[in-house]
């Protein structure tokens, strides 16, 4: 890394600088893999090993750390490590002589009117005395909201004169796009948004595949990007509108009474239908359920209802239909003219049959059988299936002895699943003995007061972990179990953070400094 940063005495500009340094941060910055935090181990070890290198290079490197580092710790320690070598008389490279901090100056949106990515060009401008030139530049990302709002691409340019130009003359001359000025307040939402969401991916997926790198030139650019998307000014909590279970529940009655759904002649089905179609405009898709296009079609189809929904039959069936009723009434809030309808419209004929053939069943996909699965997802909430099975893992075992009895959505039966989890002793209800010959009798001895205490905290946990409440609880298991903790380990941990705190912000707190 020193070796390297020795290129970085013969620029002019800290703009050249800051890029090359991004550069040698995304050749080993990245996610937790199998435990190891890189991040940590090579950062904090590459900021000492400059400190004693104590030569130009290692403070054009500590100088730009300084800048670009991506935690508040790595900056500050690169600072001070910096103020140190000036101090003993290291002499900074020219780019480093003056402030040359950048600050935030326009933003604006290059989109097509689908919406399916936002470019999202921010531009800045260093504050520096030694040169005037070249101190505009801007930076260029590339959203694709149908991976889940991440980072596809970005680059850097310092012909912005030219750049906005380009895009303005391109917007002009096709109907099917636009380009328009943005607030750098919302600017930071959707650049931050993206930010970590592109994290959350790298991390799943390294972690499933530890040979996975993403794209080289967004991994050159990481930390640029952040410590750009830091100096843009925040948005006031509220502004960016949120998406509240009665706001939805207007969107989708709008809808049901509007002329585009009159053929439709389940109202039930198409009303629970509306309301996955909204969930994922909200959640998935930055707010925007009236978005509509062929692609964001195709993704919600095949991708997001088959990991997220289990639908009944004849909400399979009725799918299609009501995703094309909503095509139809949201296109004309979005502006879109009467052939991309017709082309989204198209798309959804397209994807139905793939859809109708493909749509997962949960059962076979996750090894349970479909009486297990009914039980643990009463309410058909896919997402909560992971958690409920770490909750309850022995519901399998329980099956065909007593349903009633072993229910994991009543009181009684989450204490006899646990009970079963905890002593290997079942806490079968009176009514239910004899009646299956595989149910022994439940133990003869009464739990002393210690057990009884243990088992009342675990089915605490394990409501929490029923419900999601709070969502920090589940992303703390995670964390843990990547560790490589047993279960039994992780629980262990839970119930004393649980054990510790009565407050909620105080437990929240604790959860995420596991």
């Keep these: 890394m020193l070796r390297t940063s020795r290129a970085l005495l013969a620029m002019r500009h800290a703009l050249d600088a800051e890029l090359v340094v991004s550069e040698l941060l995304g050749s080993w910055q990245g996610p937790r893999v199998h435990g190891i935090d890189a991040n940590r181990l090579i950062g904090e070890g590459l900021l000492d090993y400059a400190r004693r290198d104590a030569t130009p290079a290692a403070l054009a490197l500590l100088t730009g750390v300084a800048s670009l580092g991506a935690s508040h710790r790595h900056r500050m320690k690169a600072g001070r490590g910096a103020r ?16 040359n901090t950048a600050r935030p100056v326009e933003a604006y949106v290059s989109r097509s009117r689908f919406g399916d990515t936002d470019e999202l060009v921010c531009t800045y401008r260093y504050e520096r005395d030694y040169d005037a030139e070249d101190t505009e530049h801007a930076l260029i990302t590339v959203i694709d909201h149908n991976s889940g709002g991440i980072l596809r691409d970005a680059w850097v340019s310092t012909k912005v004169d ?76 509220g502004r960016a509108g949120s998406w509240r279970r009665d706001r939805r529940a207007t969107l989708a009655a709008r809808f049901l009474a509007s002329d585009a759904a009159a053929d439709l002649s389940d109202s039930y089905a198409a009303g629970r239908c509306a309301e996955h179609i909204i969930d994922y405009g909200c959640d998935a898709d930055f707010g925007r359920p009236l978005r509509v296009s062929p692609r964001k079609v195709e993704t919600f189809m095949l991708e997001w209802l088959p990991r997220r929904v289990v639908l009944l039959p004849e909400e399979q ?39 109708t053939e493909s749509y997962w069943d949960p059962s076979s996909t996750f090894g349970l059988r479909r009486e297990v699965l009914n039980r643990l997802l009463p309410d058909g909430d896919l997402s909560a299936l992971p958690r409920r099975m770490f909750a309850f893992p022995l519901v399998d075992v329980t099956t065909g002895l007593d349903e009633d009895g072993f229910d994991p959505t009543t009181a009684a039966g989450r204490r006899a699943l646990l009970r079963l989890d905890h002593f290997d002793a079942y806490d079968v209800p009176p009514r239910t003995r004899g009646r299956h010959s595989a149910v022994p009798e439940p133990a003869e001895e009464i739990l002393d007061p210690v057990d009884e205490e243990a088992l009342a905290a675990h089915e605490r946990l394990a409501e929490r972990l029923w419900k999601g409440d709070p969502p920090n609880l589940w992303r703390a298991v995670q964390r843990l179990l990547d560790r490589g903790h047993t279960r039994s380990a992780v629980l262990e941990t839970l119930l004393g953070v649980l054990g510790d705190t009565e407050d909620e912000s105080a437990l929240i707190k604790g959860l995420d400094e596991l």
């Design 84 to 99: 140190e070598l000036v101090e003993r008389g290291i002499a900074r490279p020219r780019w480093a002589s003056s402030p």
């Design 162 to 237: 030219r750049l906005l130009r380009h895009c303005t003359e391109e917007a002009d001359a096709n109907p099917m796009a636009s380009f328009a000025p943005l607030s750098l307040e919302r600017a930071h939402t959707l650049l931050n948004a993206a930010i970590e969401r592109t994290d959350r991916l790298v991390a799943a997926t390294a972690e499933e595949d530890p040979g996975y790198e993403p794209g080289r030139a967004l991994t050159s650019l990481l930390a640029f990007i952040r410590a750009r998307a830091r100096v843009l000014p925040r948005e006031e909590p």
């Design 317 to 355: 069936e009725a799918m299609p239909h009501v995703l094309a009723a909503w095509i139809r009434w949201a296109g004309p809030f979005q502006g879109l003219p009467e052939i991309a309808l017709h082309a989204t419209v198209d798309a959804v004929w397209e994807a139905t049959a793939v859809f």
